[in-house]
């Protein structure tokens, strides 16, 4: 196959806009039109904000892991850089009053993240692998670190604020309430996630594809792996800015903790979490992800011992994420055997679920036991009160997770069976 060939297959149409292509953007619509009429607090609406900004970095993420295959260890930065240009352009307005829309203002924050990349794109993307990974991590590190240093910019440790309140109204709004943020935000959530799922059926986004599977056959048929990358890199970052102009605008602050290790190892974290090999993956990740820095925060200590544990058993069991497990039922779904899993899968899953709140239990009952003060014997676990300290609990839990996961084990094979018949051609036997 010439390059030509491989020309006309990546610039050939892939069809027109059909409904299936459209409905699912016209449903994420819909829902997120109406989902704060649903959830009318606050708080709620903080925490769909939060996830909002989570799905736009993640998604951004993903053209580099995803569709580049460049492991970036560092890849914050481009979200706080432009974060930071946005709560600098806010506080510019205020002092000079500018006429500046807020509305623009994520735009802004995208073209500093471009800028960055672009800057740090021209050095880091002439290698891949494991030396990308390494500039990656070193690159991260020294930006995190002049945060603290370069206090006129970074603003050292406080970090900068702003009050976004200042802009310029847009239609009478002056986005003093949570719910007038929100919307800003949807619109560019939706917007970006349409550019970056057209990105992806470009002839570079393809390129993406084969640089990341074989970049010796892509650069035996014409093209430059080292620009390909440099692109998708560049690409990266600027929806990385437009998820820190967002953050801008939604906390009015950001601080070094935007930019430190600890950031771009959460986004890798929600990426894998919810399937880098799938466009929708990140979505699901950084959606559970958010749900459970949030509001599992809220009910235990140890929240992040149970994320570590989702995604260390993401990794081993299910590498395609929580996107991979759903599409793994596309086959069986097509050909109408879907309905075969339904009964299996409760009598499998029921009980595991029940022995994975036990565990859970038993971890919580270990550290109220360990930790709690003097005196303090009772602890509150789902919706019970009881004595930590007393035998009969312990031996109520352990006997219940016991059963739950021997139970589990004996409709294995049961539901093993009927994953085999789902998935079997007709007249094909497994």
């Known amino acids: 196959m010439n390059r030509q060939a491989v020309q006309n297959q990546t610039t050939a149409p892939q069809g027109g806009v059909t409904l299936a292509t459209a409905l699912p953007w016209i449903i994420s619509t819909i829902v997120l039109l109406f989902i704060p009429l649903v959830f009318t607090s606050n708080s709620a609406i903080t925490i769909m904000n939060q996830m909002a900004i989570t799905i736009i970095f993640a998604l951004a993420y993903n053209m580099l892991l995803g569709q580049g295959g460049m492991l970036s260890f560092g890849h914050a930065i481009y979200m706080g850089f432009g974060g930071f240009v946005s709560v600098h352009v806010i506080n510019y307005v205020e002092d000079y009053s500018l006429p500046l829309p807020l509305p623009v203002l994520p735009l802004l924050g995208g073209l500093a993240g471009l800028a960055l990349a672009i800057l740090i794109g021209s050095f880091s993307t002439r290698k891949a692998g494991t030396v990308f990974a390494m500039i990656s991590l070193g690159v991260g590190e020294l930006i995190a670190a002049c945060s603290v240093i370069i206090v006129v910019f970074f603003g050292g440790e406080?970090?900068?604020?702003?009050?976004?309140?200042?802009?310029?109204?847009?239609?009478?709004?002056?986005?003093?309430?949570?719910?007038?943020?929100?919307?800003?935000?949807?619109?560019?959530?939706?917007?970006?996630?349409?550019?970056?799922?057209?990105?992806?059926?470009?002839?570079?986004?393809?390129?993406?594809?084969?640089?990341?599977?074989?970049?010796?056959?892509?650069?035996?048929?014409?093209?430059?792996?080292?620009?390909?990358?440099?692109?998708?890199?560049?690409?990266?970052?600027?929806?990385?800015?437009?998820?820190?102009?967002?953050?801008?605008?939604?906390?009015?602050?950001?601080?070094?903790?935007?930019?430190?290790?600890?950031?771009?190892?959460?986004?890798?974290?929600?990426?894998?979490?919810?399937?880098?090999?799938?466009?929708?993956?990140?979505?699901?990740?950084?959606?559970?992800?958010?749900?459970?820095?949030?509001?599992?925060?809220?009910?235990?200590?140890?929240?992040?011992?149970?994320?570590?544990?989702?995604?260390?058993?993401?990794?081993?069991?299910?590498?395609?994420?929580?996107?991979?497990?759903?599409?793994?039922?596309?086959?069986?779904?097509?050909?109408?055997?879907?309905?075969?899993?339904?009964?299996?899968?409760?009598?499998?899953?029921?009980?595991?679920?029940?022995?994975?709140?036990?565990?859970?239990?038993?971890?919580?009952?270990?550290?109220?036991?360990?930790?709690?003060?003097?005196?303090?014997?009772?602890?509150?676990?789902?919706?019970?009160?009881?004595?930590?300290?007393?035998?009969?609990?312990?031996?109520?839990?352990?006997?219940?997770?016991?059963?739950?996961?021997?139970?589990?084990?004996?409709?294995?094979p049961e539901m093993v069976a009927a994953w085999h018949t789902a998935n079997s051609l007709p007249g094909v036997s497994k």
Request: hydrophobic share 55%.
């Open 158 to 412: 406080e970090g900068v604020s702003g009050d976004r309140t200042y802009g310029l109204p847009v239609f009478g709004i002056e986005f003093l309430q949570q719910i007038e943020v929100y919307y800003l935000i949807v619109f560019w959530l939706l917007l970006s996630a349409l550019l970056m799922y057209l990105f992806s059926r470009t002839p570079v986004g393809r390129m993406a594809n084969a640089v990341r599977d074989n970049p010796e056959r892509a650069e035996f048929l014409g093209y430059s792996a080292r620009w390909v990358r440099f692109f998708s890199f560049c690409a990266s970052g600027f929806f990385c800015g437009i998820a820190g102009g967002l953050f801008a605008i939604n906390y009015e602050i950001l601080t070094e903790e935007n930019l430190n290790l600890v950031q771009s190892g959460s986004i890798l974290l929600i990426t894998f979490l919810g399937g880098v090999g799938f466009f929708f993956g990140p979505i699901i990740g950084a959606i559970v992800f958010t749900l459970l820095s949030t509001v599992l925060s809220l009910q235990t200590d140890l929240w992040q011992l149970y994320v570590g544990a989702l995604f260390l058993a993401a990794v081993m069991y299910f590498p395609g994420g929580l996107a991979g497990v759903i599409m793994m039922h596309w086959p069986a779904f097509k050909m109408g055997n879907i309905r075969l899993l339904i009964g299996p899968y409760i009598k499998t899953f029921t009980p595991c679920l029940v022995g994975i709140l036990g565990t859970a239990a038993l971890i919580e009952m270990t550290f109220h036991f360990r930790h709690a003060a003097i005196g303090d014997e009772e602890m509150t676990l789902f919706w019970t009160t009881f004595n930590s300290h007393s035998v009969l609990p312990w031996l109520l839990v352990v006997a219940v997770t016991a059963a739950a996961f021997w139970l589990t084990r004996r409709n294995l």
